[in-house]
């Protein structure tokens, strides 16, 4: 085994450990359908990286048997992209009968794998072993088998990305939309990648195992970067696609919201609260927080210390020169108090109101 081989293994190892981990983490805990759907392609990735780590360490040859697992159900994981994307972007989404429609395709395969299931260990370990040494040319099945697999998946893909974009044109900030908006962008670029070498593989007569062995190594790689995510922002999981139902009127509503903001100047209430200006804009609390959390990526009271810094810092500018004490600018700006005035300024300016003060005459 070369260096370069026991280095890919090492990884789809720890790949395949991984996906596992990670699809248990997310089984055990509260089980959303965006969760059990994730959870169940990482399996379907540990399964396909296991099957492949026994194939290069050649432990296959002792149980032979278990080949061809991880063909028909890498089939499952287009639709589970789909409907990862729906689970998120629509509220309350379920699986209809419907939808099971899609694993029709899934089904076709496992029925055509069959006679290769009834193989001896030794013919499977024949039929893999010339499979995998053969370079398909222009005049082969086999080839634009292949190439149909590439236009199946790149289907679902295509639709998952404009759904996730359709929601994001509404809603910016919504963290797992985004997050797996990239997954997908990123698995799209190396997909067409894939592509690319598979069509022009005849012309320079390539080995196709070399390919498969990048792929595995490659969706190791993204198995690992979920992983992070995971650790990294756990809260993305528990994120809940907002009603979207009434598009218009969210819109409507959000302009109001700003409006209160921009025009009515309603943050230099010193009293004010979610509660008040839910009243004044005569929506919910819980659906005013929503919006602001997701149009601004922060909360109310965050959103509310932005404008009143941002005030803060006009009145500065205009009375610079002037020995206007900082308390005034903090009232006049909507703070009730001196410690949150610095505390917005130590945030937000990273210096405090003094320093920025002194920053401004200087300049």
Not at 82 to 87: D, E, I, W
Not at 260 to 282: A, Q, R
Request: hydrophobic share 45%; with cysteine.
């Amino acid at each position: 085994m070369t260096t370069t081989s026991l280095i890919i293994n090492i990884l789809i190892t720890f790949g395949t450990c991984q996906a596992f981990f990670i699809a248990y983490i997310l089984l055990k805990s509260e089980r959303t359908l965006f969760k059990k759907l994730f959870a169940t392609l990482l399996i379907i990735e540990g399964i396909t990286l296991f099957e492949r780590l026994l194939v290069e360490t050649e432990l296959i040859n002792s149980i032979p048997h278990i080949l061809g697992i991880s063909h028909p159900i890498s089939f499952l994981k287009p639709p589970l992209m789909l409907f990862m994307a729906l689970a998120i972007t629509i509220q309350h989404y379920r699986l209809s009968k419907k939808s099971y429609l899609h694993f029709i395709v899934f089904i076709l395969m496992l029925f055509l794998n069959l006679p290769f299931y009834f193989l001896s260990g030794a013919e499977k370990l024949e039929t893999v072993a010339g499979f995998m040494s053969k370079i398909p040319s222009y005049q082969s099945f086999e080839f634009y088998f292949i190439l149909s697999f590439f236009a199946y998946i790149g289907v679902y893909i295509f639709f998952s990305i404009k759904k996730l974009q359709q929601f994001k044109n509404q809603v910016t900030n919504n963290v797992l939309v985004n997050w797996y908006y990239t997954v997908l962008m990123g698995y799209s670029a190396f997909l067409v990648l894939h592509l690319i070498y598979f069509t022009i593989q005849p012309i320079g007569q390539y080995n196709f195992a070399l390919v498969n062995q990048i792929s595995m190594l490659i969706m190791t790689f993204i198995i690992q970067s979920v992983a992070y995510k995971l650790i990294d922002k756990s809260v993305i999981f528990n994120s809940k696609p907002p009603n979207l139902d009434d598009l218009e009127k969210r819109r409507k509503d959000e302009k109001l919201i700003i409006n209160k903001f921009e025009t009515d100047k309603i943050y230099l209430d010193d009293n004010l609260s979610l509660k008040t200006f839910s009243k004044s804009v005569l929506l919910p609390p819980a659906y005013v927080s929503e919006i602001i959390n997701q149009k601004f990526n922060c909360s109310f009271k965050k959103l509310v210390n932005q404008y009143r810094l941002n005030e803060a810092k006009k009145i500065v500018q205009k009375n610079k020169d002037s020995k206007l004490k900082l308390i005034d600018i903090a009232f006049e700006s909507g703070f009730n108090n001196k410690v949150s005035f610095y505390r917005a300024f130590k945030e937000f300016e990273g210096i405090s109101p003094s320093e920025y003060l002194e920053k401004i005459r200087n300049s």
